[in-house]
């Protein structure tokens, strides 16, 4: 798993803004408007550090990169999980979950509002970022783009079991179609 500690930009970030830095790493950094509005937020969970100058040297004027306190417990492994080669043929290859993310009943109760996957899960390995709907009620109200939601179940939960039937449902399909999935 890898979890960058340091981002370097060549450019400042809007001061309102919360931006994705590429596509590969999961990482945001946030202008100075956006991160005093964080640190007021009462938001947990977080910290924000000094994004760094390409050429060198730490410039907290550039932006804030915003990084988690904390791994969130691990996440249930089902149909949804599958083993990936993203990277060429190795073994044992790097899971990766295609469906929504699942946690056993009351695992999350006292997770922080912004936290990450224990696995390595997103691209190049990172782990995912998890957020509390009391955070994406702030995203929300601050008017924040870039973040993408998508529902966490809890196992045992209607929306559990259905997401579950789905998944059975259409791998049993290409199973009597005499094909599979490979990623």
């Known amino acids: 798993m890898r979890l960058p500690q340091r981002i370097y930009l060549s450019k400042p970030v809007a001061g309102a803004a919360i931006i994705h830095v590429d596509e590969w790493t ?11 509005a964080l640190r007021s937020s009462g938001l947990t969970g977080f910290e924000l550090r000094p994004v760094l100058h390409h050429r060198g040297g730490e410039s907290g004027e550039l932006a804030q990169h915003l990084v988690a306190r904390e791994l969130l417990p691990a996440a249930l492994e089902d149909a949804t999980t599958f083993e990936t080669f993203d990277e060429g043929p ?3 290859s790097t899971p990766r979950r295609y469906g929504l ?5 009351g695992a999350l109760e006292d997770s922080a509002d912004l936290a990450r996957t224990a696995e390595p899960w997103g691209a190049w390995r990172t782990p995912v ?3 509390r709907q009391r955070a994406r009620a702030w995203f929300d ?5 870039g973040w993408k939601f998508q529902p966490v179940l809890h ?3 209607r929306l559990h079991a259905e997401h579950t039937q789905r998944w ?5 399909t290409l199973q009597g179609a005499g094909a599979g999935v490979t990623a």
Not at 26 to 36: D, K, N, R
Not at 101 to 105: G, I, M, N, P
Not at 168 to 172: A, F, H, I, M, R
């Open 101 to 105: 993310l699942s946690y056993a009943a």
């Open 129 to 131: 970022w998890i957020v």
């Open 168 to 172: 059975d449902d259409l791998l049993g």
């Open 141 to 145: 109200a601050q008017q924040v783009r």
């Open 90 to 92: 190795r073994q044992p």
């Open 26 to 36: 999961g990482e945001y950094v946030v202008g100075p408007q956006a991160a005093q």
């Open 155 to 157: 196992a045992g939960t």
